[in-house]
């Protein structure tokens, strides 16, 4: 099914700021979560011994004193999770190949070697250290620089460079405008480096993986975020068809940002515990887990040039982006540079691009999604660019913005790599940060404060936020005639589906896995304004299990997928639901079905409310009498709609792609001051201007900005994973949180005299 | 994360603790709060045969306040920071304490354990150094006490014997009329200091500079008293407080990680230092 | 957290049904760029690197060359072969009096019974070669102690002057490798030793244990030396402790 734009969202529930559903369970410790599902009967508890070393060979792993250890059921070693766990396809082709777990070389610390499997953790990780490993310590490239350096150590020796792509684009004629800008213009030119961080939610992974044979199947329950494109990934790793690799999701999750995309290189891990152990297993991340080796942010060496004619137009962009992906091309990876490509202009009207794409393996955890995907790396080089070039030109660092904006008659808007800017107001979020801001007064009190010594600095960033992403763009990293050789791919599908029972309950399924975003809340209320009901009424499922839902390619929780995509499938199915009530009411009264409409809870006719029939009653009829239904209704009262994007098409010839269905808008603006002897850097303002469309629920679009305000923040001023040494890479401390009471403790007290306790 | 098998003991009284001390020594660790031991232990980086749990030692919690001030091992920090006469009684703990973790750390983090840890960046075992506190160390043979400075000997390291019990924190008699100042500059608030200022000023009827400790955390490998003795009698004022931070800095042996540099401590010291010692002197002269 | 104001301009998108477009990135993508270039107007430079923690923007306020993002310790650039040259993460150097004349001190440092009797921690010591040793070692302070299996390889020598000794060390806790510069000089009746080392550390101890690792190891020196010095003397003389400890700067 197809969209046909239709701004008839009535007043009522959507809009409203609502507080979330979700909120009083996980406030008040009533969250499940995965470390709290125990589905399996005998479940057992798995460590995963890792890989001290960036960067060695293994010549040897000794498990015996490990697997006498009383508890310990199996232990089991990269050698053989690799007969039963396969290489996971990357869309970049080389030889640069990603196993779960190592075999002959560990690539980064904290890189699985082996995996025991136990009565339960504590034992489990006593074995751990029972494991001897016979390592040869390799020298290693924790650094891009060095990676890419002559001579450098190498991570694949058969891949023969450390570079795993490179790869060229052009857009319009970035030379020739390059070439006009230095006769008659600018030219600015900016070298930077981004750093490597991780966005770090309460919960860490967890996974319970159980094996049956006769025929294969693995059931996996996870708190994995999706993309379920790599569902089939895994699948084939496991070597089963994708139904006889069950995935399911817990009801709720402790935060993701992203990174819960990674857990499904665990997810295959486990899968292949399960199997070769005979027993379902159990395996839960640690912090210091997490923060060694789930899935870190790329960081980036970069550098972009802009070219200006003299009266501040942007005429054309260069960038260079050298990217860390870590220790392997985990999928989606190359994802993170391609993200943003379609829409490297930015919120600009500039018609001419260049972009190298050079995409480097270090002795690092692999990369993945994180908050923004891209996104910071990509607007550090061009807002930091636009600024330099403000202050070079001698004009605004505002003005030479606005200047150059797409301007708001000019959507949708076509940018020269593709990307179909929708609808926005660029000059109105920026004038309305401006306002926010007291622009003129911030810089007169910069002027007074300079006047007085002090540091005092203003700094602007804009940026289009691409959201529901088109499944195709990853092909990027391919050319086109690579890409010519397989089946096309384009789109995103987004399904939902409703259900009202026997009783009148209604109940709806997603394609998307919450973690924070308030899918049950929003869902709830679109669909409570479709049917007339109230929010409460409106059950809303946020357990995904590819056995039951509607699920593709496209479906998890991604790239601001809910509210551009999975919403409009929520209202769309809504939609037929109200359709077939108010055709069953309408046979009742002998109206026309629009002559009904849906309100307190039951279905009227509009010119005379007194005949109505409750929504509840009429879903009854559709499971008690369904020879009492109008012909021209479908049976049952179960409807699932999927949705396309028909505007997200397949890459072109020239490696143009609408990459993303919809594209908000951020205005942020920075005024710091800082302390030159201390180095403290205050945030004297900080103003944010979004245009988010149509605001389903004010409250959560306003706790989301929050939250990537802090992520923003957190990356801006505080975090980074950092390397000590030539490669030794380790991320910096956080606070350890407190164990639960250890099941092999003895707990002991006295009123009298102290003795030796005794053994449980 | 899980740590190795262990004994818990859990004592009832300081007798019962002892008694566990004797008998496991070196290989027994005392859990107060937990707050640091908690996760040295899930990260194995602690390996005890036994931990002996002594928050329910009767009384080990009492504050007792005449004239000098004791403050038992397992005062948890918030209760301390709760008490208004003990906050009265101890102003530059008062200052300090906020900036001891985050409120919820303090909920469970006690006076005691954070100075038997003995991390250098620790506010609680700076304040101690600054008011020459004595650590009150009970074993079987006996109670002895031991004057902050001698206490603190390394990173983690203390005077106290594997077979000791760290019972009670003895704060001198207030200064009549002194100025404290603390002050501190971490990366977050509740994050390990980079440094950490700590002052006690007495002034002279004139103005002049009578008594001065100046202590400093999260420079050296334990708290550390910078030598102010040249600049007793000068008149106290901020330019005094600026001289003194000055060779403080230049006397100090900054250790180095990925937080700070040398020389980056260095200039705190002489930055932060100034502050705090001028707001002593400060408040000291207004007695 | 800092005040956020926050503003809205609505502008429902026509290509799905409910008009919302996607919002939950938000300013993680924009606020390292805007603060960055707030950091730069308010410095006066471009050269801006993130994260502008304190000891960063302390240095770029004071006109200093910023620390290598993701790096502590050294520059990045230099080979993974730095620690020939001194390098690694952990770095250290001082000089200590000993009693004994050169010849006898030599003579100890490369006699594995002496080594295995002095280092700190020290459960085995053999001699494996002409110029090697195996150990087995508890290395920590406190409650933080582990066991390390070391190999020590006398790289150079002048005897008895000068040597260079390469080590690697594994245990639970993390594991490292290094080098170390030893020179003696005669002074008096006895003799001065100068030494140096550069060292990288992995593992548990070196991503949790950072900024303990150079004092602990300044701890575990002051131990060997004290033993080295009281060796075959029946221990320690009283008030040893406090004279080698004012050696390494200590104010005890």
């Not at chain 3, 550390?201 to 020196?221: E, F, K, P, Q, W």
């Amino acid at each position: 099914m197809s969209v046909t734009a239709d701004k008839s969202v009535k007043p009522g529930w959507v809009g409203a700021a609502l507080p979330r559903k979700e909120d009083r369970p996980l406030l008040t410790g009533r969250g499940r979560f995965i470390d709290d599902l125990e589905p399996v009967a005998g479940m057992r508890h798995a460590a995963i011994l890792r890989s001290p070393h960036p960067h060695a060979r293994i010549r040897g792993i000794d498990t015996r004193r490990a697997e006498a250890l009383p508890g310990v059921l199996g232990v089991v070693t990269g050698a053989q999770i690799a007969q039963v766990a396969g290489v996971i396809p990357s869309v970049v082709r080389s030889k640069m190949r990603f196993q779960v777990c190592a075999t002959t070389k560990a690539r980064y610390a904290g890189e699985p070697v082996a995996v025991v499997v136990a009565e339960n953790r504590y034992i489990a990780e006593d074995a751990l250290e029972l494991i001897e490993v016979d390592y040869e310590p390799l020298p290693g490239v924790g650094h891009l620089e060095d990676a890419i350096a002559p001579g450098a150590p190498l991570l694949y020796k058969e891949a023969g460079s450390n570079i795993a792509q490179e790869r060229n684009f052009k857009y319009g004629d970035p030379d020739e405008a390059f070439a006009r800008a230095q006769k008659d213009g600018r030219v600015f030119k900016y070298d930077y480096r981004f750093p490597r961080s991780i966005a770090t939610p309460m919960e860490t992974y967890g996974v319970i993986a159980q094996y049956e044979p006769d025929p294969d199947r693995y059931t996996v329950w996870s708190n994995f975020q999706g993309p379920f494109v790599l569902q089939p990934l895994m699948a084939g790793a496991l070597n089963v068809p994708g139904n006889r690799l069950r995935l399911i999701t817990p009801p709720n999750s402790g935060g993701s940002f992203g990174i819960k995309q990674a857990v499904y290189s665990y997810m295959v891990l486990m899968a292949a515990v399960s199997r070769l152990t005979g027993v379902a297993v159990k395996w839960t991340e640690d912090r210091l887990e997490h923060l060694m080796a789930s899935s870190s942010a790329t960081d980036r060496l970069g550098s972009v040039e802009a070219a200006f004619a003299s009266d501040g137009e942007l005429l054309a962009l260069r960038y260079r982006n050298v990217v860390n992906l870590g220790a392997h091309i985990r999928a989606p990876e190359p994802a993170s540079v391609y993200r943003m490509h379609a829409a490297s202009n930015g919120a600009y009207r500039v018609k001419n691009l260049a972009i190298d794409n050079v995409l480097v393996v270090t002795n690092r955890q692999p990369a993945g999604l994180n908050r923004g995907y891209g996104g910071p790396q990509f607007y550090f080089a061009l807002e930091r660019i636009m600024e330099i070039a403000a202050r070079g030109l001698g004009i605004d660092a505002a003005a030479i913005r606005s200047r150059n904006l797409v301007r708001k008659e000019e959507f949708p808007y076509t940018c020269p790599a593709g990307a179909i800017y929708d609808a926005a107001d660029y000059e109105a979020c920026l004038a309305e940060a401006l306002r926010l801001a007291d622009y003129p007064a911030l810089l007169a009190r910069r002027e007074q404060a300079r006047a007085a010594g002090k540091l005092f600095g203003i700094g602007f960033a804009l940026g289009v936020e691409p959201s529901g992403s088109n499944m195709a763009y990853v092909g990027l990293a391919q050319t086109a005639e690579q890409r010519g050789k397989t089946e096309q791919k384009s789109g995103a599908n987004a399904s939902a589906t409703i259900t009202i029972d026997p009783s009148g309950g209604v109940s709806v399924q997603l394609d998307s896995t919450p973690n924070g975003q308030g899918h049950a809340t929003v869902t709830a209320q679109i669909v409570a304004q479709e049917l007339g009901l109230s929010p409460e009424d409106v059950d809303v499922m946020t357990e995904a299990d590819t056995r039951q839902i509607a699920w593709s390619i496209a479906s998890g929780n991604y790239s601001n997928r809910f509210a551009s995509a999975v919403t409009s499938a929520v209202l769309a199915c809504a939609r037929r639901v109200a359709e077939k009530l108010k055709t069953m009411a309408a046979e009742d009264f002998k109206v026309s079905p629009a002559d009904i409409e849906l309100a307190g809870g039951a279905a009227r006719v509009k010119a005379n409310p007194e005949l109505a029939i409750g929504v509840a009653r009429l879903a009854a009829r559709a499971h008690w009498n369904p020879a009492g239904m109008p012909g021209q209704v479908s049976a049952g009262m179960h409807e699932t709609v999927v949705l396309d994007a028909p505007m997200l098409t397949s890459p072109d010839e020239q490696d143009r792609i609408a990459s993303a269905m919809t594209h908000g808008f951020v205005a942020d603006l920075a005024a710091i001051e800082i302390d030159k002897a201390t180095g403290r850097l205050e945030i004297v303002k900080y103003v944010s201007v979004h245009d988010v469309g149509t605001m389903l629920n004010p409250l959560i679009v306003e706790g989301q900005i929050h939250g990537g305000f802090a992520h923003g923040l957190g990356a801006a001023l505080y975090e980074e994973l950092v390397t000590i040494g030539p490669a030794t890479s380790f991320p910096a401390p956080s606070r350890s949180t407190c164990a639960r009471p250890r099941r092999r403790c003895r707990s002991w007290t006295s009123a009298t005299s102290p003795r030796r306790p005794t053994s449980t | 994360m899980k740590p190795v098998g262990f004994e818990y003991c859990r004592p009832e009284t300081v007798a019962q603790a002892l008694a566990l001390l004797e008998e496991f020594g070196a290989e027994a660790s005392v859990l107060a709060g937990g707050m640091s031991l908690g996760a040295m232990l899930n990260m194995r980086l602690v390996r005890p045969q036994a931990v002996l749990d002594i928050k329910r030692v009767q009384g080990l919690d009492a504050v007792t306040i005449d004239g000098e001030v004791r403050t038992g091992a397992t005062l948890r920090q918030a209760a301390a920071l709760a008490d208004a006469g003990l906050m009265q009684a101890l102003p530059l703990l008062a200052l300090a304490l906020p900036n001891v973790g985050h409120f919820q750390t303090r909920n469970r983090g006690t006076l005691g354990g954070s100075v038997a840890h003995a991390d250098p960046s620790s506010e609680i075992p700076l304040v101690l150094l600054t008011l020459c506190v004595a650590v009150e160390l009970q074993s079987k043979r006996g109670t002895r006490r031991v004057p902050a400075q001698d206490f603190f000997l390394d990173i983690l390291s203390t005077a106290r014997q594997p077979e000791e019990l760290l019972t009670a924190l003895l704060w001198p008699r207030r200064r009549e009329g002194a100025g404290h100042a603390f002050a501190e500059i971490a990366q977050r608030h509740g994050d390990f200091a980079i440094v950490a200022c700590a002052a006690e000023a007495l002034l002279a009827p004139d103005g002049s500079l009578q008594h001065l400790s100046f202590g400093l955390g999260g420079v050296e490998s334990r708290p550390v008293l910078a030598d102010a003795r040249a600049f007793l009698g000068k008149r106290a004022d901020a330019q005094l407080a600026r001289e003194i931070a000055a060779q403080a800095a230049a006397a100090a042996r900054p250790m180095a990680d990925f937080k700070a540099t040398v020389e980056y401590r260095r200039a705190l010291i002489e930055t932060l230092g100034a502050q705090v010692l001028a707001q002593a002197f400060a408040q000291a002269g207004a007695r | 957290m800092p005040q956020l104001d926050i503003g809205h301009i609505s502008t429902p998108t026509n290509v799905n049904l409910t008009g919302a477009k996607g919002m939950g990135d938000g300013s993680s993508m924009l606020a390292p760029a805007a603060l960055a270039n707030a950091a730069a107007d308010a410095l006066g430079r471009e050269d801006i690197e993130l994260p502008l923690s304190l000891n960063r923007v302390w240095e770029l306020a004071n006109g200093r060359e910023a620390t290598v993002s993701g790096t502590y310790g050294k520059k990045s650039g230099a080979a993974a072969g730095g620690l020939e040259q001194g390098g690694g993460a952990l770095q250290g150097e001082g000089s200590q009096l000993l009693s004994a004349p050169p010849a006898e001190v030599w003579r100890r440092l490369l006699d594995a019974e002496v080594l295995g009797a002095v280092i700190p921690g020290c459960k085995r010591m053999d001699k494996v070669g002409a110029d090697a040793f195996e150990a087995e070692v508890s290395i920590g302070v406190a409650g933080i102690r582990g066991l390390y299996t070391a190999k020590v390889r006398i790289a150079e020598q002048t005897p008895p002057q000068a040597l260079r000794m390469d080590f690697r060390a594994s245990g639970r806790l993390g594991n490292g490798r290094g080098s170390a510069w030893v020179e003696l000089a005669p002074e008096g009746e006895g003799t001065r030793l100068s030494y140096r080392y550069g060292a990288d550390v992995g593992g548990t101890v070196a991503a949790v244990g950072n900024r303990m690792l150079g004092s602990v190891t300044g701890v575990l020196i002051a131990q060997f030396f004290k033993a080295f010095e009281s060796y075959g003397t029946g221990g320690g003389k009283p008030g040893a402790w406090q004279r080698i400890a004012a050696l390494f700067g200590g104010k005890r």
